[in-house]
């Protein structure tokens, strides 16, 4: 059953992607940002992450570009394990309200034990009369 739950979320996940170009360029006083997954760390410059109309940061050198590597394979994992822990507190708690209501005596029993044992008490422990 776990298995099949945790096939389901990694199948309904998005795909992303482990790599990106991501360049900030600032064109007096806006800024923008642009990213591209399709290409490699080689081609990661501005003028071929910016569109053209923006181009005229890429020649006064006013855009940065990186490329980011990153691990979404972990991030999916984290995210999945942090559900089934969630979930299983859930169904916890669920189940500890349901065995507590049923194994719970009602009132009216144990008010009725309780005057039983008293009576009792007074019977045979002080050797008085039930009243």
Partial sequence: ?????????LLSMP?????????????GVDREIFITTSIDFENCKCENV?????RN????????CSYDIRNTNVLRVSVILTIICVSVMALFVLGDKIVWNF???????YEWKQTNLDKRNRVYVNRSMLS
Avoid: G, Q, T
């Fill in 15 to 27: 795909v992303l992607a482990d790599v990106r170009c991501k360049c900030v360029c600032k064109n």
């Fill in 57 to 64: 940061p890429c020649i006064e050198n006013r855009c940065e």
């Fill in 50 to 54: 910016v569109p053209p109309s923006w």
């Fill in 1 to 9: 059953m776990l298995r099949h739950l945790l096939f389901f979320l």
């Fill in 103 to 109: 194994l719970r005596m009602p009132r009216k029993v």
